[in-house]
């Protein structure tokens, strides 16, 4: 069945800094790729998202490039802030249904 | 503008006991999609609902597990006589007509105790 394994954290790293969250996938087809943001106390947030090959998502300085080659959809940021630390989880979903497979997430914590 | 809601947000039960979670989709929206995450682990798809309609159950326990959304109120998912494995945070989603996986929009969650 389908898949989604994305790097352990938690990541630590100092304001300014680049980050990268490694994300790669199993999946039958052709499936849309997303990344979900999660803050403390709140639900998950859509971050940025990508439906066939070579698309690159971005949103809020975050992007990630559908790698259909490699099976993966690594997120960067040039700059991260304080503000961005939360959980990050990689996801997939067949197509155009709805069912979401989900990574096991991955804490981002910046400090000053 | 209210967001998906979900309550109660933090749920303890002894081992036996069931467990009712609600969630109150966006407004206007006729889709809910509940999601299990157990610890250490990703969301797990549980059950896809439209008003009065189960959609897609494939990831639901075949056992002690159901959901409803009635066409008034909230979806309610229901854990009769639960165990500690049942221990996980269960998140919520809603999307409008259509059902396209980019227009969820998620709750914060109930974490459920087992004791």
């Known amino acids: 069945g389908d898949s989604v394994t994305q790097m352990e954290g938690p990541v630590t790293l100092s304001e300014e800094a680049f980050l990268t969250i490694n994300c790669t996938y199993t999946a039958t087809g052709y499936p849309s790729l997303f990344w979900y943001v999660q803050y403390p106390g709140e639900g998950l947030q859509l971050l940025l998202k990508a439906t066939k090959a070579d698309d690159k998502g971005s949103n809020k300085g975050f992007e990630a490039t559908y790698r259909k080659e490699t099976t993966s959809f690594h997120l960067e940021k040039g700059s991260v802030q304080v503000s961005d630390s939360a959980v990050y989880f990689c996801a997939l979903s067949p197509g155009t249904a709805s069912k979401l497979t989900f990574g096991t997430g991955t804490r981002l914590q910046v400090t000053l | 503008n209210a967001g998906v809601m979900q309550n109660p947000r933090h749920l303890v039960r002894r081992r036996g006991q069931e467990a009712r979670l609600r969630c109150s989709p966006m407004?206007?929206?006729?889709?809910v999609y509940w999601y299990r995450q157990l610890p250490e682990e990703g969301l797990k798809f549980m059950v896809y609902l439209q008003k009065e309609n189960i959609i897609d159950e494939s990831g639901m326990p075949k056992e002690r597990f159901s959901a409803e959304f009635p066409k008034e109120g909230p979806s309610i998912l229901r854990i009769q006589q639960v165990v500690r494995g049942d221990s996980a945070a269960y998140f919520c989603a809603s999307s409008p007509a259509g059902g396209r996986a980019d227009t969820q929009y998620f709750g914060p969650g109930t974490r459920l105790t087992v004791l």
């Open positions: 407004k206007g929206h006729s889709h």
